[in-house]
Each structure stands twice: as structure tokens, then as C-alpha cells.
């Protein structure tokens, strides 16, 4: 690389590294950019092209799968937590759901940042900005002309893609008064919507393709070690092989909510006793690198179908049908708030009685459930706490960057997770057993075995907050939506920059510093929208 210099270092070609750069470099002030990625360029692999096929990336060479620490209150488990060691990070791997959060989620963020740029109406035209909607309902509420091709699974394939419980499951769930929220009127996503994804002719949209990086210097499988500084200014990166590049004007950290507060603390930012701990010299103190860590823990069950012929799930001789195979096998999402005794019991404040709490999705799939075959005998569920309160954290093992972080996640570590994921789950199992739409369709639920789970009980309605607790701690598992870990309000300002040092800016889920219902790509990529503009005025 030689002397290698750039306007504008970008560390970490993910799902929002790869827009920043593409934004900064295609910019009319036409700034030097180089992103940094530490894994490699995948585009020529058949799997990364479809979502079904995708699923086959994860925990293989594309996936850090970093491990956790064992997690207390989920019976010492230790859980492998999936980030993209790719061009284009965890759009490479993840699902490609498309879902915003509720506007509340995001006025708590304002709220708690000081800066109403994180507000609803603060980021709503950034949300705008992203999206290519395929829905005459977008009514100003989405976008027609931006990069990433947005799609209803009912509308995929040209309405092909109904799969044939979809009537089913939206009559069970207005068995519940849970009704279809067509509107999403100020933002709510409130009540059973349908699942968009981000595709495009059944196939994936990865960040790097969508936001093209050919005015950018790309370099992949480059590991970068630290920022460096003269003084409290950042002035480049060091890469792992000790060679360095020199930033003019900024580095900015996409490295993601694990990589972003490693880097940082390997570069002299973070708790103090930490840094001096391995001896790294400290740039500045800021004690909350790595802490505030938090993910939408979740539950995965599988539902017995009485008859499988009749080809309501993948893997029945039934269920052929091409469309159904071109994206994951699902269709309505429920957006819930808590009842209002567990609010009251956990004595939560007034302001989280409208808040959507838990999301719960039906697929047509059991996604990897142990001991449950993909043989078009089950259906299944995600539940999920889209608001939970326990909180993790993320550090260095050395001072090497080739050691991954410390991550102790803490899931399931507070009394109202505990109460909202019991209550979430009885409510999934009694839409999907208790409902006259689903009690022909479905025998029952069962439970996952192997790996120590043999002889678990299946789960009813009626099932005691006991059993259905003993079920979470065993299973639950996260849904890979990690941010907080360099907040803002705490580590960085309403713009990203690093407090305490110049020229050094995060980029990515790290600076959320609240959880956000919904899906985070869609939001991830209005971070990159609003953070790249920002960018690009003070150039």
C-alpha cells in the first residue's frame, strides 16, 4: 500500500460501512475514501445470493460466530453470536427482513441523545431515502427511487408468493383482537402487519451492491488493529501487520456492535482500568465503551401439523410451488405491547403501556430447531423482545486484534424480560393451538431435543409461567440485532464523533443507545443515509 493517504478511512465494509463510503465517495465534493474490510469479498459465491441458500453462511468462514461468555441466566449457555466477516457484512447473512421501529422507539432515542435528528420525524426522511417501495400504499410513507428494492412477501413474484396458511394465521390472530395495521398511522407499528423484505427478484440486496463502491479504494481481508492519534486527533489506522494509513479528515468505525468498542479500546478509547489492564496507552477515558449491549432475545418453537400432505411447510412434497422457495418462509409479524398488570408489577412508568414490547412471526420453516426436521411436518415461530432491559457488555481479551472481544450479553437478566417472553410465548402458543382458525391445522407444539434437551415437555396455552420460563432459559436464544455498545449521549455525539478526541466518528448499530423494534437493517441504513450527509457537509 505504500504511503497510502485518503480523505476519509471507513473501518469495516458491512451493512453500514459499505453505504458511508459509497455516499462519501460518489459525493459532488468527490472525497478520497478507503474502506477497510477484514473478511472477504464473497460476491461470487452462489450462496450469498439467495436468502434460503444464505442460511447455509452461518457459522461457516463469512460468520465471526464469536462465542459468549457462559450466560447466567440462560442456564450457562454459551452463545455463538453471528456477524459478518464479509464485503457487506450481516446484509450477507441476515434474513432480509425490512421492518422499521415503532416512532415511539425512535423518539426514545432522540429523547435520550439530546438530538431530535434520531426522532421519528428526524430520521423519517432518511428512512425515505433508502427504500425502491413496491406498494402502491407507500403514500409518502416510503420511498419510490432509493437504493434498496423494498417488497411485501404477498406482493413478491408477482402475488405468487402467498403461501397458503397466510388467510389462516391473520383469522387466528383476529381471534386474539389483534388486527391487520394497514396504515401504520404516525408510525405505529402496532397490531399484525406483514413481512417486507428487501429483495429483488427473490434475490439478496447486499450492502456493497446495492450502494456501488467503485469511487472508493476497497481492500478486503485487511485487518485493521487500531486508530492512530497525535494527541487526542485521530490521524489514520494501524492495520494488523503494523502498516498505516493516513486519514486527512476522519476514520470512521462500521466495525459493528462487537469489532466497533474493540477497536476503539484497542486504540486508547475505553474504560481506563481496561486499557491500563493491557497495557495500552490511554487517548481518553470513556468509561462506557462496550457496556449498554443490548439484543432482541427471543424464543424459537415448532408447531406439529396434523396433516402434513397438504404442503403447508417446507419440506412436503406440497409445498413446491417455486415462488415460496424465493426468499424465507414467512408472512405475518405481530407487534404487541405488554398487558397492563406485568407493567404495573415491574412498575415500568406509564410511557411503556403503548409501547410495542414483543414481536412474534410465524414461519413456514422450523429455522434450525433442534431435532425438529425440515420435512414439512412443523411450522414455527420467533418470539421476540423488541424492548428487552437486560443489558451486556463487550471488552478485550489483550491487546492483540486478533483475539475476539469478551461478550457477556446477559440476556434474560431482569424481571421484566423474564414476565414479557413468559406472556409472549403463551400468547404464540395459544395463537397457534387455542385458535378455531389454527386448532385443525396444528396437533401441538414441540418441544426441540438433543444437544441435553431430551425430555422437555411440549407446551399449552395453560402451560405454568414455570415450565414456559425453564423452556426460555434452555433455548432462547438472541436474534443477532446487537447495538449500544458505543452509545450515543455517552461515547459519541448526535453525529457520531467519538466525545473526548477529533477526527474520529462510529458508524454503525453501536451508537443506538436504546433497543428499537422492528428489524435493524432498515433502520441501519437511514444511520448510513443521515451520517454520510452529515459527513459530507462538513468536508
Known amino acids: 500500500m505504500g504511503d497510502l493517504a485518503a480523505d476519509y478511512i471507513v473501518v469495516g465494509g458491512g451493512l453500514t460501512g459499505c453505504p458511508i463510503a459509497s455516499r462519501l465517495s460518489k459525493s459532488d465534493k468527490k472525497p478520497e475514501v478507503i474502506l477497510f474490510e477484514a473478511g472477504p469479498d464473497a460476491s461470487s459465491n452462489p450462496a450469498v445470493a439467495g436468502f434460503l441458500s444464505g442460511l447455509s453462511l452461518l457459522g461457516g468462514e463469512l460468520d465471526y460466530a464469536y462465542p459468549s461468555e457462559p450466560v447466567s441466566d440462560t442456564a450457562n449457555r454459551v452463545h455463538h453470536l453471528n456477524a459478518g466477516k464479509v464485503l457487506g457484512g450481516g446484509s450477507v447473512l441476515n434474513f432480509g427482513g425490512w421492518l422499521r421501529a415503532d416512532a415511539a422507539d425512535y423518539d426514545q432515542w432522540a429523547e435520550v441523545a439530546g438530538d431530535k435528528r434520531w426522532s421519528y420525524e428526524g430520521i423519517k426522511p432518511w428512512l425515505i431515502k433508502t427504500e425502491r417501495y413496491n406498494d402502491a400504499q407507500a403514500d409518502g410513507q416510503h420511498g419510490l427511487d432509493g437504493p434498496m428494492n423494498v417488497t411485501a412477501v404477498s406482493a413478491a413474484e408477482s402475488g405468487a408468493r402467498k403461501y397458503p396458511l397466510r388467510g389462516t394465521v391473520k383469522q387466528a390472530w383476529a381471534e386474539l383482537g389483534v388486527l391487520h395495521n394497514l396504515d401504520k398511522e404516525g408510525g405505529s407499528t402496532t397490531g399484525l402487519s406483514e413481512m417486507y423484505e428487501n429483495s429483488r427478484n427473490g434475490l439478496r440486496q447486499p450492502s456493497n451492491m446495492a450502494y456501488p463502491l467503485d469511487n472508493a479504494k476497497v481492500f478486503t481481508n485487511t485487518l485493521v488493529h487500531r486508530v492512530t492519534f497525535d494527541g487526542t486527533k485521530a490521524t489514520g489506522v494501524e492495520l494488523a501487520d503494523g502498516r498505516k494509513i493516513t486519514a486527512r479528515k476522519e476514520v470512521i468505525l462500521s466495525a459493528g456492535s462487537y469489532r466497533t468498542p474493540q477497536v476503539l479500546m484497542l486504540s486508547g478509547i475505553g474504560p481506563s482500568a481496561t486499557l491500563a489492564k493491557y497495557g495500552i496507552p490511554i487517548v481518553h477515558d470513556s468509561p462506557q465503551v462496550g457496556h449498554n449491549l443490548h439484543d432482541h432475545f427471543a424464543m424459537y418453537l415448532a408447531f406439529r401439523l396434523r396433516d402434513p400432505s397438504l404442503g403447508y411447510a417446507l419440506g412436503s412434497a406440497g409445498f413446491q410451488k417455486p415462488e415460496f422457495l424465493n426468499g424465507f418462509p414467512w408472512d405475518w409479524v405481530a407487534s404487541l405491547p405488554l398487558p397492563e398488570d406485568i407493567i404495573t408489577r415491574n412498575k415500568a412508568g406509564e410511557a411503556l403501556k403503548k409501547r410495542n414490547f414483543y414481536e412474534i412471526i410465524t414461519a413456514y420453516v422450523p429455522p434450525g430447531i433442534p431435532g425438529i426436521p425440515v420435512d414439512g411436518t412443523h411450522i414455527a415461530t420467533s418470539t421476540m423482545l423488541l424492548l428487552p432491559t437486560s443489558r451486556g457488555t463487550v471488552s478485550i481479551r489483550s491487546s492483540s486484534p486478533n483475539d475476539p472481544p469478551r461478550i457477556q450479553p446477559s440476556y434474560f437478566s431482569t424481571p421484566i424480560d423474564r414476565d414479557a417472553l413468559i406472556h409472549a410465548t403463551r400468547q404464540t402458543v395459544k395463537v397457534l393451538t387455542a385458535t378455531e382458525a389454527m386448532k385443525p391445522i396444528v396437533e401441538g ?29 434452555l433455548t432462547g436464544t438472541q436474534h443477532h440485532h446487537s447495538g449500544g455498545t458505543a452509545s450515543m449521549g455517552t461515547v459519541v455525539d448526535g453525529e457520531g464523533k467519538v466525545l473526548g478526541v477529533q477526527g474520529l466518528r462510529v458508524g454503525d448499530a453501536s451508537i443506538i443507545p436504546v433497543p428499537l423494534g422492528g428489524h435493524p437493517q432498515s433502520t441501519l441504513y437511514a444511520v448510513a443515509e443521515q451520517l454520510a450527509d452529515m459527513i459530507i457537509r462538513e468536508f
Open 445 to 473: 407444539e414441540s418441544p426441540p431435543s438433543g444437544n441435553g434437551l431430551d425430555g422437555l415437555k411440549p407446551l399449552s396455552a395453560d402451560a405454568s409461567d414455570e415450565l414456559i420460563e425453564e423452556r426460555i432459559r
